[in-house]
């Protein structure tokens, strides 16, 4: 049911930055594994008390695992699959709404 394709032969990479750094990770692994690949265990950090969060679910329930890719805060890493370019960066606190809010609407041509 599950494959680990770090383990495929064939694996291809791409290359993403986290929190600046450049990784070269299996295609096909999603934010959340990227990060947990690299031995970041923690995603973002809570608005009220700092507390580290990191991906619990892996399947898009819990929402622990929000980060900022590209720019844009709040996406869930364990529903986003990397791609070759994407600068993903652990989020302090709370994302800025309004600002994801635009820049997704300019994305989406809305
Ligand atoms: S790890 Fe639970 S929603 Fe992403």
Partial sequence: MFQDVSQRADRATVSITIDGVIHQVPEGYTVAAALLATGRNASRSTLVSGQSRGPYCLMGVCYECLVEVDGIPNRQGCMTEVRDGMAIR?????????????????????
């Fill in 90 to 110: 652990r989020q302090q606190g709370v994302g800025v709404v309004g600002q994801a809010t635009e820049q997704q609407e300019v994305g989406d041509g809305r």
